[in-house]
């Protein structure tokens, strides 16, 4: 089984590493990687009973994403040992915890110029926000993605048209302002989809 050190030498940019690593040994967390997940890119969890900390991370993401979203989680820690868990999840003590462990990173040479350019708008507009419902946040990032040039954006297709969700076609009936109700071709269920979410279209 790998170290915490060694995962996260395999997935972050490496300018970033060293500084990781001391957020991992500063907040004496349990750190694992996850399957990707379609509704979330990491998690964290706290358990009263024995103290633990636990953060994971989808295994499946860029380097960029997958730095971003570790900060994200780390901020929900540090919340959590400074105010207790009773807090709001993105309340004003995350979004300090987060511009906090975000800022001494947001460098030229941590992150590409477009990626940069759209965590100063993120951090500034709305840090509440996870970086998956920041669309504009999650295009750049995922620009960066292996399989980049095989999947869309919700928001990108239009009303009426199929897209794949692990192989299962849905249509788009209408565009609510964050969400789209879509409806399940085999079985005619409707469903909420995000917009940002990544689908396959049907061509």
């Known amino acids: ?40 890119l990491g998690d964290y969890c706290f358990d009263p009973s024995s103290k633990k900390h636990t953060i ?12 971003v979203t570790y900060l994200h989680e780390v901020a ?4 959590t040992i400074r105010h207790g868990a009773s807090v709001k999840a993105h309340g004003e003590e995350w979004q300090s ?15 590409p ?47 009426g048209e199929n897209f794949l969700i692990k192989n299962e076609a849905y249509q788009i009936e209408r565009f609510l302002q964050k969400r789209a109700i879509c409806f399940e071709l085999k079985t005619g269920r409707k469903y909420y989809v995000p917009n940002g979410m990544k689908v396959k279209k049907v061509l």
Do not use: Q
């Open 1 to 40: 089984m790998r170290s915490t050190p060694e995962i996260l030498r395999t997935h972050l940019p490496m300018p970033a590493i060293d500084y990781s690593i001391e957020l991992w040994r500063l907040g004496n967390f349990f750190f694992k990687l996850s399957r990707d997940r379609e509704t979330k």
């Open 56 to 67: 994971t991370i989808n295994k499946g993401l860029n380097p960029y994403s997958f730095l």
């Open 76 to 79: 929900h820690l540090v919340t």
């Open 97 to 111: 915890a987060f511009k906090e462990v975000m800022y001494p990173i947001l460098k030229p040479e941590v992150f």
């Open 113 to 159: 110029e477009d990626v940069l350019i759209a965590l100063h708008l993120h951090m500034f507009n709305d840090p509440s926000a996870s970086s998956c419902a920041d669309i504009t946040l999650m295009k750049v990032l995922g620009r960066y993605d292996k399989d980049a040039g095989e999947y869309s954006f919700l928001e990108d297709l239009a009303v």
